[in-house]
């Protein structure tokens, strides 16, 4: 068997490279903030910090699973073991300069994590997985660089904001304001959770990142960042896809050779 | 397209009272739902009609428990191609009553051909048919078909004033016969049509005739779409007996009833299967084709096919998407702004016209080459990377289409119209809408919700396909297609697809000629020939509609 080489993404512009570097599971996300893990129990809402995880069967090794060779195969994720409930937590991305897009957000997440299920759409992303494997995702996907506190919104419902302009302090909308900017320390400020219950104490997620640098490393094309237009590979690409798909709807047998 | 050219510039700086370049803006500063006329006005309704119901009511104050809506600018709407601005509200098809007044206008429509009802009369019931005859029927059926007795006695009848908008006509393409029919009855296609799209439907409807019955607009709002083919065969059948003075029970009859009342029986929607299931002549069986001719901004401007398809695309975007997807299928308040996207604003007009000068200037005019990967490629991509564009260069538009479907819909329709009126082909068109969504998707990374989505990424597969599950002229594809049975948001601009692709070609109608003739009917209460002025009118309540009560219930 030929040894098989990913190709994660097409392209040859900048926004092209980094969908890549994201997509690719051996680039490791730089870490740019520390969220503790009880802080982060509470923004997400599901249990309060310290609570046992709640469960929905008993753990794998108690429930005499039949045999499978698929079983034998996957090994279950500690969440999965235990017999963890199936929880979420959703992303916004705004459409300026954010560091993801959301589906990078799930190209990358089936590339790196498992056992997560991610949904698309254009304002906000779900990623469901059992609690206790859900809660190692959340952190690195608020720690690192594909976080901005201010272009990207830990929202579990009323998402609208992702194409809205952005406020006077550069921050995207939120009917909610489940974020605010704190002008004393130039950091962004979560006063309540991913679905709007207040917080008993505000928790801290760090300065937004300067535009500057969100234009190196996001994953958005834009006209008025790096155009889409001018990555005649990433074009072509797409157009191949659109007619091998099409030509072989009509006829497989058109495409053989192509 | 230049900067000062650009359709939907005006509409924007209108919307934010802000430059549309702008890229920061202020938010919760609007005092919520207070800062729109249309809610205010709901409220005060809702509390005065609380007070006298007990029950508690509207109360917006609720919305987040507590956060009410408007915590951004809650945007008028310019509805496209007029200067009317309405708020979002008002275009909720239970707020308007135009919207309203469309649908049951396509819905209380049936054709019924009269050739084979004339055969059986001459040829086994040995009646002569003439002129004369075929006047008078028309002149009992428009007595019995808005309701009232012909044959029997001591019956009930409506009141004409209930039913005032139902009657019968008839078109043949057959000028001499036309001449023959009484100007009342009779809608005329030479005067109705261009002369070159007239010569078109002539020639194709030929000597034959064909009734068109309306039912009731109150029989459309109380009853369902099957029940119109239902009201007008029994209408007919007896208008038959009372003119050509029939028995009414000889075995003949029976076949005479089936000639009259059921072999050329043209619904505007077909039946839908269990899993959707509704009767004929409603708006999930109606094919996109029968909606571009319904259709009738062709007779006014046949030489700007991009208005055309935006007029029709409008129609389309209030029956699939605000009441069929949004109502019929889903429930609840439904989908408003996944339609009005698509004729608001003027931002599909300045997609659709960049994409019509594009190839203007590249291929000499519409329906000038013929479909190919060349073309389509290129048309589509060039319409999609502007669409997109522009959302990039004006914050406000983006603004205003906040979500991902909404931008999704009108790049992809600009696409498709555009690859539509360059090689005069709908399928090519449907070909192109996929290509760009597939760029867009790659491009912003983001596109609609699943959903929406899903047919999308799978579409270019069946958009050439002709295998029996997923195959169809697209034409002829409607919501009933398999893959289109959960497309919120396509199918306005589908049909503006189908509209486009003909327009080009200078053809007169798209799918069916007697669709298109039955519609250029100046009695019925919908202007047909300029949908979205209708649907302007409806917002600022200047439209009157039929199936008023007024008759029947306590003075108010």
Redesign the interface.
């Known amino acids: 068997m030929v040894e098989y080489k990913p190709q994660y993404y097409p392209g040859g512009s900048n926004v092209a490279a980094n969908r890549r570097k994201y997509i690719d599971p051996n680039y490791k996300l730089r870490k740019l903030r520390t969220i503790s893990d009880d802080d982060l129990v509470r923004l997400m809402g599901h249990r309060v910090p310290g609570e046992a995880y709640k469960s929905v069967h008993p753990p794998l090794e108690e429930l005499g699973e039949p045999t499978c060779p698929i079983r034998e195969i996957v090994e279950p994720t500690p969440g999965a073991k235990a017999g963890d409930r199936i929880r979420y937590i959703q992303f916004t991305d705004s459409v300026y300069f954010a560091p993801l897009t959301p589906y990078m957000r799930a190209w990358m997440g089936h590339m790196r994590y498992r056992g997560v299920d991610i949904g698309v759409l254009s304002g906000r992303v779900p990623l469901e997985a059992r609690e206790r494997d859900l809660e190692k995702v959340a952190k690195e996907l608020v720690e690192t660089e594909i976080f901005d506190p201010a272009r990207v919104g830990i929202r579990g419902a009323t998402v609208h904001g992702h194409a809205l302009r952005l406020d006077e302090n550069g921050l995207m909308f939120d009917a909610l304001r489940r974020f605010q900017y704190d002008k004393n320390k130039g950091e962004v400020v979560y006063v309540k959770d991913q679905v709007g219950v207040p917080l008993d104490r505000p928790i801290y997620v760090g300065k937004p990142t300067p535009e500057e640098e969100l234009r190196k490393i996001t994953s958005q094309f834009r006209v008025d960042g790096e155009a889409f237009r001018n990555d005649k590979e990433l074009i072509e690409f797409v157009q191949r896809i659109h007619m091998l798909r099409t030509e072989a709807g009509f006829d497989p047998n058109k495409v053989k050779d192509l | 397209m230049s900067e000062e050219k650009k359709m939907f510039l005006e509409a924007l700086r209108r919307k934010f009272k802000e430059s549309p370049e702008?890229?920061?803006?202020?938010?919760?500063i609007y005092d919520g739902w207070k800062q729109s006329k249309r809610k205010r006005e709901f409220v005060e309704a809702a509390q005065k009609i609380a007070k006298e119901r007990t029950v508690p009511f509207y109360n917006p104050d609720l919305h987040?428990?507590g956060?009410p809506l408007g915590?951004?600018v809650l945007m008028p709407y310019r509805l496209s191609g007029t200067d009317i601005y309405c708020e979002g509200d008002d275009l909720h098809f239970i707020n308007n009553a135009a919207m309203q007044q469309m649908w049951h206008d396509i819905r209380r429509t049936v054709i019924v051909g009269l050739d084979a009802a004339h055969t059986v009369l001459q040829k086994r019931l040995g009646k002569e048919v003439t002129p004369e005859t075929v006047n008078h029927y028309l002149e009992v059926l428009n007595h019995a078909l808005p309701g009232a007795a012909v044959v029997q006695e001591h019956m009930v009848e409506t009141h004409p004033g209930l039913v005032s908008d139902s009657y019968v006509k008839v078109f043949t393409g057959d000028d001499e016969l036309a001449d023959e029919i009484d100007d009342r009855f009779l809608i005329d296609i030479n005067k109705e049509f261009p002369a070159e799209h007239a010569a078109q439907l002539k020639a194709a409807i030929g000597k034959r005739i064909y009734q068109v019955c309306r039912m009731p607009t109150l029989v459309a709002m109380t009853c369902d779409g099957g029940t119109m083919s239902r009201w007008a065969a029994m209408q007919i059948s007896m208008s038959m007996i009372n003119a050509y003075k029939l028995m009414a029970g000889e075995a003949a009859v029976g076949e005479f009833a089936f000639a009259a009342k059921h072999a050329e029986v043209i619904e505007m929607g077909t039946l839908m299967p269990w899993r959707r299931a509704r009767g004929p002549n409603e708006p999930g069986g109606i094919p996109l084709g029968y909606m571009a001719d319904i259709c009738q901004a062709s007779r006014v401007k046949p030489e700007d096919p991009v208005w055309v398809a935006l007029e029709a695309i409008s129609m389309a975007a209030v029956l699939y998407d605000q009441f069929w997807f949004g109502s019929y299928m889903s429930g609840g308040v439904g989908f408003t702004q996944y339609a009005t996207c698509t004729y608001t604003d003027n931002i599909l007009d300045d997609f659709c016209y960049y994409g019509a000068e594009y190839v203007k200037k590249k291929y000499g005019g519409f329906a000038k080459v013929k479909p190919s990967?060349d073309v389509i490629?290129d048309v589509a991509?060039e319409v999609t990377?502007y669409g997109?564009?522009q959302y990039?260069?004006y914050?406000?538009l983006?603004?205003t289409?906040?979500?991902?479907?909404q931008?999704?819909a009108v790049v992809a329709a600009g696409a498709g119209v555009s690859v539509s009126l360059v090689t005069g082909h709908s399928t090519a068109g449907i070909?192109g809408w996929?290509?760009s969504q597939?760029?867009h998707?790659?491009?912003?990374?983001?596109?609609?919700?699943?959903g929406y989505?899903c047919q999308d990424q799978?579409g270019?597969?069946?958009?050439?396909?002709?295998r029996s599950d997923?195959g169809l002229p697209f034409n002829l594809r409607g919501v009933n297609y398999p893959n289109y049975a959960l497309n919120v948001g396509h199918q306005s601009a589908y049909c503006g697809i189908v509209s486009a692709a003909h327009g080009g070609r200078g053809d007169a109608w798209t799918t069916n000629p007697l669709i298109k003739v039955a519609f250029a009917d100046k009695d019925l209460k919908f202007d047909f020939t300029h949908p979205r002025l209708c649907f302007g009118k409806g917002a600022l309540r200047e439209f009157m509609p039929a199936g008023e009560r007024d008759l029947i219930i306590p003075s108010h």
């Open positions: 702008e890229k920061q803006t202020k938010f919760y987040l428990g956060i915590q951004r990967w490629n991509t990377l997109l564009e990039e260069r914050p406000a983006m603004e289409h906040f979500g991902g479907s931008r999704a070909n996929y290509l597939l760029l998707k790659e491009e912003m990374g983001r596109l609609g919700f699943y989505d799978c270019s597969a069946n958009s050439f396909s002709w997923e």
